[in-house]
Each structure stands twice: as structure tokens, then as C-alpha cells.
């Protein structure tokens, strides 16, 4: 397992850009595949993205397609999720998580604290 820790949250109107980070502890980085999740107030935790371990496949849900992309730099032992054309439907706790399976249905064994987006109408 590793430890994560996300960054970057916060409150942007609609149509803003926000850039999260989860930073990662250990050595091991470069084997897991990364995701990115989220939970509204009320709803199921949703996968908004997956990048593999190099980071040559990623996946979106119809939802994000298009807007939101993660990238991943495994000397920094880092993953992004850059967002833009914000919604008020994006609003919602951020977490990352780390697996080694790709796939927003693989089984993520280490999960971040979660970082809060609020996107105001």
C-alpha cells in the first residue's frame, strides 16, 4: 500500500479550472494505477478517471470526457487531475486512490483523505 495525500481544492465558479494533486509516499509509485474519485452529498462515490502505471492508457467517464484529464510524473511520485469547464455538478470530495489493476473497477486498496471542490453557479 501507500500513503496519499491530495491538494488542490477548492471553491470556483462555473465554467473555472482547477488542478489537484495526490502526492504519494514510497518507492513503489510507478506500480500502481491511479485513479481519481469523487462523492457528492447524498450520492454514490463516482471514478471520474484512471491512468495506468506509465501512464500510456487513461480512461473518462462520459461525464468528465473531455474536460478533465489525469497525468501522473512518478519522480515526483505524483498524480494531477486537471480540471476545466467546471460544473456545479462537479461539486464534491476529491479522493485519489491506488491499485494494481487498471481500471475504475479495480479494487483500490489505498485511498487518499479527500480534498473538498465546491463549483458555484
Known amino acids: 500500500q501507500v500513503r496519499l495525500v491530495e491538494s488542490g481544492g477548492g471553491s470556483v465558479q462555473a465554467g473555472g479550472s482547477l488542478r489537484l494533486s495526490c502526492a504519494a509516499s514510497?518507492?513503489?509509485?510507478?506500480?500502481?494505477?491511479m485513479a481519481w474519485f469523487r462523492q457528492a452529498p447524498g450520492k454514490e462515490r463516482e471514478g471520474v478517471a484512471v491512468?495506468?502505471?506509465?501512464?500510456?492508457?487513461?480512461y473518462y467517464p462520459a461525464s468528465v470526457k473531455g474536460r478533465f484529464t489525469i497525468s501522473r510524473d512518478n519522480a515526483k511520485n505524483t498524480v494531477y487531475l486537471q480540471m476545466n469547464s467546471l460544473k456545479p455538478e462537479d461539486t464534491g470530495v476529491y479522493y485519489c486512490?491506488?491499485?494494481?489493476?487498471?481500471?475504475?473497477?479495480?479494487?483500490?486498496?489505498?485511498w487518499g483523505q479527500g480534498t473538498q471542490v465546491t463549483v458555484s453557479s
Open positions: 514510497g518507492r513503489t509509485f510507478s506500480r500502481y494505477a
Open positions: 486512490a491506488a491499485s494494481t489493476d487498471y481500471g475504475l473497477d479495480a479494487e483500490f486498496g489505498s
Open positions: 491512468i495506468s502505471w506509465s501512464g500510456g492508457m487513461t
